[in-house]
């Protein structure tokens, strides 16, 4: 991936544009703060790599609004997405890591994936579509499929769905919906919602449950 025929870019500048993109596709601006927060660094360390972007072309500035991916952004962004869970699919379905280990170990990977190797890997297991947590994966040509489904919050009490999506870059939280069996594929009620901003009772394989509303709210169903 190159920013100019002289510049290769960094695995710290792939990284910023895919957190860019996820805060893009999640409806969030991606000002210095939020950028800061996503990728885990001061929002002084952000600032000065969003100005490196916008001078390399990958986005665009808006003054008080933060930044844009611009097209060769979004491609190098796609493509980093592609090959992390390309990775994760491969390590979830050939290898048998666990759910909540997988987005730690295509991060260890995904950089030296070869185009070569991201092929075969997308051939052998049959060109899928998402990653083990529910997320779209990039087809060959950078397409993405949007996330169409609703969140179990939107669900009306009584109402059974099945889990499409869950939250990929947090271990412990992705451990404890696994015990619930609170994972894609597996079907859920809603029983009811607590008063006052309580929290969303459900009802999975494991039994009936209290989570709380941001974490229901971060849990897509279809």
Same mark, same amino acid.
């Given at each position: ?13 792939? /990284? =910023? ?24 660094? %001061?929002? !002084? ?6 100005? *490196? ?6 986005? *665009?500035?808006?003054? =008080? ?21 390309? &990775?994760?699919? =491969?390590? !979830? @379905? ?15 990977? @995904?950089? !030296?994936?070869?185009? @070569? ?21 990039? /087809? ?7 996330? $169409? ?24 939280? &992705?451990? =404890? ?9 597996? /079907?859920?009620? &809603? ?10 009772? &459900? *009802?999975? $394989? ?11 709210? %971060?849990?897509?169903?279809?």
């Amino acid at each position: 991936m190159n920013a100019t025929p002289n510049e290769p870019l960094s695995d710290a500048i792939q /990284d =910023y544009l895919r957190e860019i993109f996820k805060l893009e596709s999640s409806g969030q601006r991606a000002t210095t703060t939020n950028v800061a927060e996503a990728a885990g660094v %001061s929002p !002084a360390s952000a600032s000065v790599m969003l100005k *490196r972007l916008a001078a390399l072309g990958l986005v *665009r500035h808006t003054p =008080y609004r933060g930044v844009e991916l611009s097209d060769s952004g979004r491609r190098v962004a796609l493509e980093v997405i592609r090959h992390h869970r390309l &990775l994760e699919q =491969y390590l !979830a @379905e050939t290898l048998g890591v666990p759910l909540e280990d997988v987005h730690a170990e295509a991060d260890r990977l @995904e950089h !030296a994936l070869s185009e @070569e190797l991201e092929k075969r890997i997308d051939a052998l297991l049959g060109h899928p579509t998402h990653d083990p947590h529910g997320h779209p994966i990039p /087809d060959a040509e950078l397409n993405i499929a949007d996330h $169409a489904e609703r969140s179990l919050l939107e669900l009306h009490p009584g109402e059974t769905a099945t889990v499409a999506h869950v939250p990929d870059d947090d271990a412990e939280l &992705l451990r =404890y919906l696994a015990s619930l069996e609170l994972v894609p594929g597996r /079907d859920v009620e &809603l029983s009811s919602f607590a008063p006052f901003g309580g929290p969303v009772t &459900l *009802r999975c $394989a494991t039994g009936e449950h209290a989570i709380s509303r941001e974490l229901a709210g %971060s849990i897509g169903v279809a």
